[in-house]
């Protein structure tokens, strides 16, 4: 909203006095140069104060019969809709603690009658200068939070869509990972939030991380689209050599987001928990894992989270050599697995969580694996 009058529009000031004659006066001396309303009584002076279009300025006496104007001025202030309304009390009463009762109530001025027209003119003009000032700064200062909140919300989609876009090219290389991409985002979620009040986690797991973390864990097996076809898609269980190929995945995930962070030129934290995921989720607690061998607190939590969700979903899920298997069996698996395949903290939080985590594979498993048309829950 403009708060600077156009040239030909005057300001309006309500003049709030008992006293006939001096409602009369002081419409004499302002109507030349403002447009002026006027009341008789304290009642009346909200009214007008509350109704559109409002005073720029109010010249408020202090005894009235009723409620005094100190009282109107109070709830003025209080008002949401009236307190930006500058007050210049006027007054018969010169002494110094109704001067400074008026001012502590928030009032701008206070001028003692009698007084010269002159003087009046000259304090409104001051206070409506200094009004229309403040309200521009602030009118500034709101439009520049709203293009802050604008571009940080241009920027998230950015995000967003990076994400989509790279997931996307693994969805392409194989039908089931669209499920599995939906699941374990769902997954790692969970086991974030459940674990943010843990004396361990709780200095990393704010909500902003576990936010960057549901949003980065589909990138988890990027890496897969530089795997060939006939290791990848094969309908069989690995050979030895085939698996090393396979376990190749992890690298050429950090390797590509670390190319997107080159071409950004910039740090971006989102990027910075894929990569993490990407590269390190098949790490073990006990450092038998894949590509790096490192163990316990080294492994970075993000991967510690997704390395439970992926197994987790790997067993319940159907693969082209085999059924899905119960959710009681993927719950042997990770209990075995327990401080040497995963983190036992991160194992307590999924027996934890485990209703969620059978609520997750129920609500997802009738999706395709045509995930780039089912990609709402990025935005959600």
């Known amino acids: 909203m403009n708060t600077i ?9 309500l003049v709030v006095d008992d006293a ?22 304290g009642e009346k002076a909200l009214r007008i104060a509350i109704s559109e279009p409002h005073p720029d300025l109010i010249l408020l006496d202090v005894m009235m019969p009723g409620l005094s104007g100190y009282e109107v ?3 003025l202030k209080a008002d949401p809709v009236t307190r930006g309304i500058p007050v210049i009390f006027l007054t018969a009463s010169a002494e110094t603690d109704d001067e400074a009762r008026g001012l502590e109530l928030g009032a701008v001025d206070y001028i003692v009658k009698p007084v010269a027209p002159s003087i009046v003119r000259a304090r409104i003009d001051t206070h409506l200068k200094l009004k229309a000032s403040a309200d521009f700064l602030r009118d500034k200062a709101e439009f520049l939070e ?4 604008k571009r940080t919300r241009e920027v998230q989609a950015v995000q967003d869509i990076t994400i989509l876009t790279m997931a996307s090219l693994a969805e392409t290389r194989d039908n089931e990972t669209g499920n599995h991409i939906r699941r374990t985002q769902h997954y790692v979620r969970v086991l974030a939030q459940q674990l943010q009040k843990h004396p361990r986690f709780r200095d990393t797991l ?10 980065s864990a589909p990138l988890h097996d990027i890496g897969k689209v530089g795997i060939p076809d006939r290791i990848l898609l094969k309908p069989g269980r690995f050979m030895s050599e085939e698996f090393e190929i396979m376990k190749t995945h992890s690298i050429l995930g950090k390797n590509t987001i670390e190319y997107a962070e080159r ?19 098949h790490e073990k607690w006990d450092g038998s894992g894949y590509p790096l061998g490192i163990a316990g607190n080294e492994i970075p939590v993000s991967a510690r989270l997704m390395a439970i969700a992926d ?16 959710h009681d069996r993927a719950k042997a698996i990770i209990r075995d697995g327990c401080g040497s395949h995963f983190d036992p903290d991160v194992v307590e939080a999924f027996f934890e969580t485990e209703d969620k985590f059978l609520s997750i594979g129920r609500v997802y498993s009738q999706f395709t694996g045509d995930w780039a048309r089912n990609t709402n829950f990025l935005f959600s």
């Open 5 to 13: 009058k156009d040239l030909n529009e005057r300001f309006t000031i």
């Open 20 to 41: 006939p004659e001096n409602l009369a006066l002081m419409s004499a001396v302002l109507r030349d140069i403002y447009r002026v309303k006027v009341a008789n009584n």
């Open 73 to 75: 001025c109070e709830r």
């Open 146 to 149: 709203a293009e802050v909140k």
């Open 206 to 215: 704010d909500d902003n991380v576990i936010d960057a973390l549901y949003k």
């Open 263 to 281: 071409q950004l030129n910039t740090k971006v934290d989102f990027l910075s928990y894929a990569k993490e995921i990407a590269y390190c989720h």
């Open 311 to 326: 197994v987790y979903d790997a067993v319940i899920s159907p693969r082209v050599y085999r059924g899905p298997m119960p």
